[in-house]
């Protein structure tokens, strides 16, 4: 209803293969697709329909989605699980996540979903790690905190949390950022 009369970068959905070497990466586009102008579908329909396509080249492969942090919803990344495929993605800071649940202890009624929800006074007091890793093109110093949490989100689903900073030149850091990962073999400095 609210789209302009021409085309913007915007509307264009793409899906892109990682190639690394050695210390080097390079994304090259694969396949692209338009959303559609009208109906209910849009840009996660777009990335399913891209997702389900490219999958079946990869059958006996795992294969592990970068996606941007707008795409890290729950009607995307469930059909991508359902598909075989593991995701990594950057979430909002505020995303709600929670401990495991404590083990049930075999009274009445069904036992807990969830642990208690992680508050950022909790993350803050987990064991912050300091590394130099190359990161877009350069070594830099990434301060990051990591562990085993379960988004809401995704309905229950155990996930890896990794928060991390960058660190400026002068010291400084840059704001923080959290990237969850369905792949929990991965550590977080792979993340």
């Known amino acids: 209803m609210n789209r302009q009369l021409f085309v913007r970068g915007q509307n ?78 950057q979430v909002r800071r505020d995303t709600a996540l929670y401990a495991p649940p404590p083990p049930h202890n075999g009274k009445r009624g069904r036992p807990r979903k969830y642990g208690s929800k992680l508050m950022p006074e909790t993350v803050a007091a987990f064991p912050e790690t300091t590394r130099q890793l190359f990161l877009y093109g350069k070594e830099q110093t990434v301060h990051y905190r990591s562990t085993e949490v379960l988004a809401y989100f995704l309905g229950g689903q155990r996930v890896r949390a990794v928060c991390s900073q960058l660190e400026n030149k002068d010291g400084t850091r840059r704001q923080s950022r959290l990237i969850l990962s369905t792949d929990l073999t991965l550590t977080a400095e792979e993340i």
Not at 30 to 56: D, E, Q
């Open 12 to 89: 264009w959905v793409s899906l892109g293969l990682t190639l690394s070497r050695e210390r080097r990466s390079v994304a090259v586009p694969v396949l692209s697709r338009l959303s559609r102008s009208t109906g209910n579908s849009g840009k996660l329909v777009a990335a399913k329909t891209l997702l389900r396509v490219v999958r079946s080249g990869f059958r006996d492969r795992l294969v592990t989605v970068l996606l941007d942090s707008w795409y890290m919803r729950r009607n995307l990344i469930k059909p991508a699980l359902n598909m075989g495929c593991q995701v990594i993605g």
